[in-house]
């Protein structure tokens, strides 16, 4: 066994299972709710683009802390939650409790879980001790012999645990998982066949044989494409479902707002008429108990205006009734009593010699005809 430090691209201690949904637990009153999420199956994870075919022995992982992040993609700044996580009877590492924090990346996992966004769990790292398997050699693990060539990190820390949308491979994009991590871990390689067979890592394949290195990324990134097909197409079915659902309700919102303007016009019609006929029902009653003679009545209703007495939609009937008293006594014929049409006032000439009026009676009876016909006396 030796000990050696190295640096390795941090994309390389992240993992995720193909599969492994996360689920969440249904809302229920005064209740927090909790993700059941499986980070590691137990089982071999086959083709790792950096350690090959690897095996993590769940009986060595240590927490690196009481309380493991939970976040999204491996980013620090994408805060789910933090939780408990521990090793069960099937070698699955898998979460036992959990909190979510405030954020909006926490907010949102719920939203789209709700709505069945296929979300998967993965872990990220760090190897305490490894045992590197060469061809054709064994070693049991999790319950299983793993054959080689592989890698089986026989102790580990556990750093945080991350929902994510495509797996490993995603990780693999982000500026923060390309950046090297340096730690120190001990390598088992007591088994090396004694002819000192050459062990080939991609750092080390990467410098001596650069084109070699770039097939076997190739290589690895179409077998990724084909391993992931089903999965994006599955995602990209449900996207483009989504999507018509949401241009639906679009659809549905636009025509309700229309209904509702419609209604709101209706309403707003109805009461007006009825404010009018509140308003002209109260003239009438008004007019048919003066004195004004019947033929000015449509003069007199010119004369009054409602909506001047109309404030949020209610009117005065009080200060309307006032309005009309005031109006119609300057209508109100001086020669009715009982509200039918009064006579017409005129004026006769006499013959020479007879009594001629006066100036005065004159201007008395020119005032009274004015008057009557709802003209204002000078």
């Not at 992982?61 to 993609?73: F, G, R, V």
């Not at 693990?141 to 949308?165: A, C, D, H, Q, Y």
């Not at 009937?317 to 049409?341: H, N, P, Q, R, Y």
Request: glycine fraction near 6%; aromatic fraction near 6%.
């Amino acid at each position: 066994m030796k000990k050696e430090t190295v640096k390795i691209n941090k994309a390389a201690l992240c993992f995720s299972n193909v599969g492994s949904l996360i689920s969440l637990s249904a809302k229920e009153e005064g209740k927090q709710r909790s993700i059941a999420m499986t980070l590691y199956s137990g089982k071999l994870i086959k083709g790792h683009w950096y350690w090959g075919d690897l095996a993590i022995d769940t009986s060595g992982i240590k927490m690196a802390k009481k309380n493991i992040p939970i976040l999204e993609d491996h980013e620090t700044s994408k805060k789910i939650g933090f939780g408990a996580f521990a090793t069960n009877d099937k070698h699955e590492l898998v979460a036992t409790e959990n909190t979510f924090v405030d954020t909006p990346f926490a907010t949102e996992f719920q939203r789209l879980s709700d709505q069945g966004f296929p979300y998967e769990a993965s872990l990220s790292g760090r190897p305490t001790k490894i045992q590197r398997l060469m061809e054709k050699e064994e070693a049991e693990v999790n319950g299983f012999t793993m054959k080689g060539p592989g890698t089986i990190w026989r102790e580990s820390v556990l750093k945080e645990g991350s929902i994510v949308t495509f797996g490993a491979d995603s990780h693999t994009k982000s500026a923060a998982m390309a950046e090297n991590e340096e730690f120190d871990m001990e390598v088992n390689e007591t088994s090396i066949k004694k002819d000192k067979e050459v062990v080939m890592d991609l750092i080390k394949l990467k410098a001596e044989h650069p084109a070699l290195y770039e097939e076997v990324i190739s290589l690895g990134v179409k077998q990724a494409e084909t391993t992931f097909a089903p999965v994006k197409a599955n995602l990209e079915t449900q996207v483009t479902s989504l999507t018509a659902e949401r241009d639906k309700l679009k659809e549905t919102n636009t025509s309700s707002e229309e209904r509702l303007l419609k209604l709101e016009k209706i309403s707003a019609l109805q009461a007006e008429k009825a404010i009018e006929l509140r308003a002209d029902g109260l003239v009438s009653a008004k007019l048919s108990g003066s004195k004004v003679p019947k033929r000015l009545h449509v003069k007199v209703r010119k004369q009054l205006n409602h909506q001047a007495f109309v404030k949020d939609n209610v009117l005065d009937e009080v200060a309307f009734l006032a309005a009309i008293d005031t109006e119609l006594k300057d209508w109100a014929s001086e020669e009715g009593t009982d509200g039918s049409e009064s006579d017409v006032l005129g004026m006769s000439f006499t013959k020479a010699g007879e009594t001629e009026l006066s100036e005065k009676g004159a201007d008395d009876i020119v005032n009274r005809m004015l008057k009557s016909t709802g003209q204002t006396v000078q």
